[in-house]
Protein backbone atom coordinates (compact mmCIF):
# COMPACT_ATOMS: atom_id res chain seq x y z
CA UNK A 1 0.00 0.00 0.00
CA UNK A 2 1.03 3.51 -1.01
CA UNK A 3 2.01 5.40 2.04
CA UNK A 4 1.37 9.21 2.75
CA UNK A 5 2.76 12.40 4.36
CA UNK A 6 1.26 14.62 5.85
CA UNK A 7 1.84 17.64 8.31
CA UNK A 8 1.52 16.54 12.35
CA UNK A 9 -0.55 19.90 13.21
CA UNK A 10 -2.31 22.52 11.85
CA UNK A 11 -4.13 25.23 13.12
CA UNK A 12 -7.22 27.72 11.37
CA UNK A 13 -9.11 30.66 12.31
CA UNK A 14 -12.71 29.90 12.24
CA UNK A 15 -14.93 30.97 9.54
CA UNK A 16 -11.98 30.82 7.02
CA UNK A 17 -10.72 27.76 4.40
CA UNK A 18 -8.78 25.36 5.94
CA UNK A 19 -6.42 23.43 4.00
CA UNK A 20 -4.75 20.48 4.74
CA UNK A 21 -2.25 18.65 1.96
CA UNK A 22 -1.15 15.00 1.85
CA UNK A 23 1.75 13.40 -0.07
CA UNK A 24 1.35 10.34 -1.85
CA UNK A 25 4.22 10.19 -3.94
CA UNK A 26 4.02 6.13 -4.81
CA UNK A 27 0.61 6.28 -5.29
CA UNK A 28 -0.67 3.41 -7.84
CA UNK A 29 -2.99 3.67 -10.73
CA UNK A 30 -5.84 2.09 -9.07
CA UNK A 31 -5.60 3.50 -5.73
CA UNK A 32 -7.84 6.26 -4.57
CA UNK A 33 -7.33 9.03 -2.06
CA UNK A 34 -9.55 8.48 1.03
CA UNK A 35 -10.47 11.17 3.65
CA UNK A 36 -11.23 10.57 7.04
CA UNK A 37 -11.33 12.53 10.57
CA UNK A 38 -11.25 11.16 14.35
CA UNK A 39 -12.57 13.96 16.42
CA UNK A 40 -11.38 13.12 20.62
CA UNK A 41 -11.75 10.28 20.87
CA UNK A 42 -14.73 8.92 18.59
CA UNK A 43 -14.49 6.55 15.84
CA UNK A 44 -12.76 7.75 12.78
CA UNK A 45 -15.57 9.55 10.19
CA UNK A 46 -15.52 9.19 6.90
CA UNK A 47 -15.33 12.66 4.69
CA UNK A 48 -14.46 12.52 0.93
CA UNK A 49 -12.64 10.40 -1.57
CA UNK A 50 -11.00 10.99 -4.97
CA UNK A 51 -9.42 9.06 -7.65
CA UNK A 52 -8.09 11.48 -10.04
CA UNK A 53 -10.99 14.44 -10.43
CA UNK A 54 -11.54 16.75 -7.87
CA UNK A 55 -14.49 16.17 -5.82
CA UNK A 56 -16.67 17.79 -3.60
CA UNK A 57 -19.54 16.97 -1.24
CA UNK A 58 -21.03 18.51 1.75
CA UNK A 59 -18.53 18.19 4.02
CA UNK A 60 -15.05 18.88 2.09
CA UNK A 61 -13.61 19.26 -1.27
CA UNK A 62 -10.90 17.35 -2.40
CA UNK A 63 -8.18 18.89 -4.95
CA UNK A 64 -6.00 16.28 -6.29
CA UNK A 65 -2.94 17.54 -8.34
CA UNK A 66 -2.75 16.01 -12.08
CA UNK A 67 0.58 13.76 -11.28
CA UNK A 68 -1.55 12.22 -8.40
CA UNK A 69 1.34 12.46 -6.00
CA UNK A 70 -0.23 14.85 -3.86
CA UNK A 71 -3.98 16.27 -2.51
CA UNK A 72 -5.42 19.01 -0.71
CA UNK A 73 -8.48 18.66 1.47
CA UNK A 74 -10.42 21.89 1.95
CA UNK A 75 -12.65 22.75 4.62
CA UNK A 76 -14.46 26.11 3.12
CA UNK A 77 -15.37 27.66 6.63
CA UNK A 78 -14.00 26.12 9.25
CA UNK A 79 -16.13 25.73 12.82
CA UNK A 80 -14.35 24.82 16.16
CA UNK A 81 -16.13 21.22 15.45
CA UNK A 82 -13.99 20.82 12.80
CA UNK A 83 -11.29 20.27 15.71
CA UNK A 84 -10.00 16.98 14.89
CA UNK A 85 -7.43 14.87 13.65
CA UNK A 86 -7.49 14.36 9.86
CA UNK A 87 -6.20 11.04 7.83
CA UNK A 88 -5.12 10.90 4.14
CA UNK A 89 -5.23 7.08 3.37
CA UNK A 90 -4.58 5.75 -0.02
CA UNK A 91 -6.00 2.41 -1.06
CA UNK A 92 -7.11 0.42 -3.69
CA UNK A 93 -10.83 0.20 -4.98
CA UNK A 94 -11.22 -3.70 -3.70
CA UNK A 95 -12.37 -5.44 -1.29
CA UNK A 96 -9.40 -7.15 -0.65
CA UNK A 97 -7.13 -3.67 -0.15
CA UNK A 98 -6.29 -3.30 3.75
CA UNK A 99 -7.23 0.34 5.32
CA UNK A 100 -4.12 1.57 6.60
CA UNK A 101 -4.13 4.82 8.55
CA UNK A 102 -0.99 6.90 9.02
CA UNK A 103 -0.29 9.23 11.69
CA UNK A 104 -2.54 12.29 10.31
CA UNK A 105 -2.70 16.18 11.17
CA UNK A 106 -4.28 17.81 14.42
CA UNK A 107 -6.06 20.59 13.13
CA UNK A 108 -6.74 22.66 15.54
CA UNK A 109 -9.68 26.19 14.95
CA UNK A 110 -9.32 28.86 17.34
CA UNK A 111 -11.72 31.39 17.44
CA UNK B 1 -29.92 1.07 11.90
CA UNK B 2 -27.44 0.96 13.99
CA UNK B 3 -24.31 0.65 11.89
CA UNK B 4 -21.18 -0.95 13.36
CA UNK B 5 -21.96 -1.83 16.76
CA UNK B 6 -19.17 -2.81 18.89
CA UNK B 7 -19.48 -4.49 22.98
CA UNK B 8 -18.35 -4.03 25.63
CA UNK B 9 -17.47 -0.67 25.67
CA UNK B 10 -14.92 -0.40 28.79
CA UNK B 11 -13.27 -3.51 30.28
CA UNK B 12 -10.62 -4.15 32.68
CA UNK B 13 -8.62 -7.41 32.69
CA UNK B 14 -5.73 -8.61 34.41
CA UNK B 15 -2.51 -9.70 32.89
CA UNK B 16 -3.34 -13.44 31.86
CA UNK B 17 -6.86 -13.22 31.51
CA UNK B 18 -8.38 -14.07 28.33
CA UNK B 19 -11.70 -11.95 26.50
CA UNK B 20 -13.18 -11.55 23.18
CA UNK B 21 -14.50 -8.17 21.53
CA UNK B 22 -17.46 -8.56 20.13
CA UNK B 23 -18.67 -6.58 16.13
CA UNK B 24 -21.28 -6.59 14.54
CA UNK B 25 -22.73 -4.23 11.19
CA UNK B 26 -25.86 -3.98 10.19
CA UNK B 27 -25.14 -2.69 6.71
CA UNK B 28 -24.74 -6.03 4.58
CA UNK B 29 -20.63 -5.19 4.07
CA UNK B 30 -18.55 -7.40 2.86
CA UNK B 31 -15.17 -6.16 4.41
CA UNK B 32 -14.59 -5.90 8.38
CA UNK B 33 -11.40 -4.17 10.33
CA UNK B 34 -9.93 -4.39 13.34
CA UNK B 35 -7.45 -1.48 14.74
CA UNK B 36 -6.00 -0.44 17.89
CA UNK B 37 -5.29 2.90 19.27
CA UNK B 38 -2.99 3.85 21.33
CA UNK B 39 -2.98 7.34 23.13
CA UNK B 40 -1.72 10.07 21.51
CA UNK B 41 -1.17 7.71 18.26
CA UNK B 42 -2.92 7.09 15.04
CA UNK B 43 -4.97 3.14 13.99
CA UNK B 44 -3.15 0.62 13.72
CA UNK B 45 -4.95 -2.16 11.61
CA UNK B 46 -4.97 -5.89 13.73
CA UNK B 47 -7.29 -7.83 11.42
CA UNK B 48 -9.38 -7.78 8.30
CA UNK B 49 -11.86 -10.22 6.62
CA UNK B 50 -12.36 -9.05 2.98
CA UNK B 51 -15.47 -11.52 3.17
CA UNK B 52 -17.41 -14.10 5.02
CA UNK B 53 -14.97 -16.88 5.54
CA UNK B 54 -11.54 -14.76 5.21
CA UNK B 55 -9.32 -12.79 7.14
CA UNK B 56 -5.86 -11.77 7.00
CA UNK B 57 -3.34 -10.16 9.10
CA UNK B 58 -2.61 -6.35 9.28
CA UNK B 59 -0.24 -4.68 10.67
CA UNK B 60 0.09 -5.65 14.76
CA UNK B 61 -1.11 -9.46 14.53
CA UNK B 62 0.56 -10.68 17.51
CA UNK B 63 -0.77 -11.37 20.61
CA UNK B 64 -4.93 -11.43 18.71
CA UNK B 65 -6.90 -13.62 16.69
CA UNK B 66 -9.94 -13.23 14.94
CA UNK B 67 -13.47 -14.92 13.32
CA UNK B 68 -15.67 -14.00 10.83
CA UNK B 69 -18.76 -15.72 12.35
CA UNK B 70 -20.72 -14.50 9.79
CA UNK B 71 -21.25 -11.25 7.49
CA UNK B 72 -22.62 -9.46 10.06
CA UNK B 73 -20.06 -10.42 13.11
CA UNK B 74 -16.54 -10.04 13.45
CA UNK B 75 -15.11 -10.73 16.78
CA UNK B 76 -11.42 -10.27 18.07
CA UNK B 77 -9.90 -12.41 20.79
CA UNK B 78 -7.37 -12.08 23.23
CA UNK B 79 -6.02 -15.58 24.56
CA UNK B 80 -3.58 -13.85 27.35
CA UNK B 81 -3.67 -10.23 27.74
CA UNK B 82 -1.18 -8.21 28.40
CA UNK B 83 -0.77 -4.97 29.69
CA UNK B 84 0.71 -3.73 26.39
CA UNK B 85 -2.62 -4.62 24.94
CA UNK B 86 -4.07 -1.56 26.54
CA UNK B 87 -5.48 0.53 23.75
CA UNK B 88 -9.00 1.75 22.25
CA UNK B 89 -9.96 -1.44 20.09
CA UNK B 90 -11.89 0.14 17.10
CA UNK B 91 -14.21 -2.24 14.47
CA UNK B 92 -14.92 -1.02 10.97
CA UNK B 93 -16.95 -2.37 8.35
CA UNK B 94 -17.39 -1.10 4.17
CA UNK B 95 -18.28 -2.33 0.89
CA UNK B 96 -15.51 -1.77 -0.79
CA UNK B 97 -15.82 -2.65 -4.18
CA UNK B 98 -19.27 -2.52 -3.91
CA UNK B 99 -21.34 1.73 -4.68
CA UNK B 100 -20.51 2.71 -1.12
CA UNK B 101 -16.34 2.67 -0.46
CA UNK B 102 -16.29 4.26 2.24
CA UNK B 103 -15.78 3.14 6.02
CA UNK B 104 -17.88 3.01 8.62
CA UNK B 105 -16.34 2.64 12.60
CA UNK B 106 -17.92 1.63 16.00
CA UNK B 107 -17.56 3.83 19.19
CA UNK B 108 -14.61 1.86 20.52
CA UNK B 109 -13.89 -0.55 23.35
CA UNK B 110 -11.57 0.43 26.07
CA UNK B 111 -9.29 -1.90 27.11
CA UNK B 112 -7.39 -1.71 29.92
CA UNK B 113 -4.83 -4.57 31.39
CA UNK B 114 -3.43 -4.62 34.93
Known amino acids: DAKTTQPPSMDCAEGRAANLPCNHS???????VYWYRQIHSQGPQYIIH???NNETNEMASLIITEDRKSSTLILPHATLRDTAVYYC????????????FGSGTRLSIRP | NAGVTQTPKFQVLKTGQSMTLQCAQD?????MYWYRQDPGMGLRLIYY???????DKGEVPNGYNVSRLNKREFSLRLESAAPSQTSVYFC?????????????FGQGTRLTVV
Open chain 2, 49 to 55: SASEGTT
Open chain 1, 50 to 52: GLK
Open chain 1, 89 to 100: IVSPYSSASKII
Open chain 2, 27 to 31: MNHNS
Open chain 2, 92 to 104: ASSDRGGMNTEAF
Open chain 1, 26 to 32: TISGNEY
